[in-house]
């Protein structure tokens, strides 16, 4: 079935350091790829999404970048803060259904230290 | 809007008892989504609604979880019986049939002793 597989599982930087997660994707029809950032307490909240039709997308300190021939992407924070501190969820929609239905990545616990 | 509004935010129930999580989805979204997350399995789909109709039930775990949508304003994912096994939080997630990004609601901690 479709998977997608997340790594880091945990990363840790300095602040100011970038931070680099990594995903692939199994279902080659996936054509939307958003990432999502969890706070302790709270539901995962979208940071980021980036389309099957656009290799790269930036807003602000964060990045996506995706490789449709070689079914990864990855999410690229720079000059890092504390409050970046969370669990980063990447994740592929079923196929290229319009329906927001998504396969999760298992999640990396990013912690950056002051 | 205020988003997502799921209720409880905790719920802690007796292995056995019956358990009914709720959620509001946002206005005007059209599908809504039921995820439970663990730290084993992570964020797993169960099932999602389009118009109030179910459209995927396979993530469903068992017959003892149920999920309806009687408006498009509310559903209830329902657990009977409970067992310790299905402690973990649950979300609920709408979003507009123009757009795919998801929003999620605050998730409920359920905790089956």
């Known amino acids: 079935g479709e998977n997608v597989e997340q790594h880091p599982s945990t990363l840790s930087v300095q602040e100011g350091d970038s931070a680099v997660i990594k995903c692939t994707y199994s279902?080659?029809?996936?054509?939307?790829f958003p990432w999502y950032k969890q706070e302790l307490g709270k539901g995962p909240q979208l940071i980021i999404d980036i389309r099957s039709n656009v290799g790269e997308k930036k807003d602000q300190r964060i990045a996506v970048t995706l490789n449709k021939t070689a079914k990864h992407f990855s999410l690229h924070i720079t000059e890092t803060q504390p409050e970046d501190s969370a669990v980063y969820f990447c994740?592929?929609?079923?196929?290229?259904?319009?329906?927001?239905?998504?396969?999760f990545g298992q999640g990396t616990t990013l912690q950056v230290k002051p | 809007d205020a988003g997502v509004i799921q209720s409880p935010r905790h719920e802690v129930t007796e292995m056995g008892q019956e358990v009914t999580l709720r959620c509001k989805p946002i206005s005007g979204h059209d599908y809504l989504f039921w995820y439970r997350q663990t730290m084993m399995r992570g964020l797993e789909l169960l099932i999602y609604?389009?118009?109030?109709?179910?459209?995927?039930d396979s993530g469903m775990p068992e017959d003892r979880f149920s999920a309806k949508m009687p408006n498009a304003s509310f559903s209830t994912l329902k657990i009977q019986p409970s067992e310790p096994r299905d402690s973990a939080v649950y979300f609920c997630?709408?979003?507009?049939?123009?757009?795919?990004?998801?929003?999620f609601g605050q998730g409920t901690r359920l905790t089956v002793v």
């Open positions: 994740a592929a929609s079923y196929g290229s259904s319009n329906t927001g239905k998504l396969i």
């Open positions: 609604f389009n118009n109030n109709v179910p459209i995927d």
């Open positions: 279902d080659s029809a996936s054509n939307y």
């Open positions: 997630a709408s979003s507009h049939p123009l757009q795919t990004e998801a929003f």
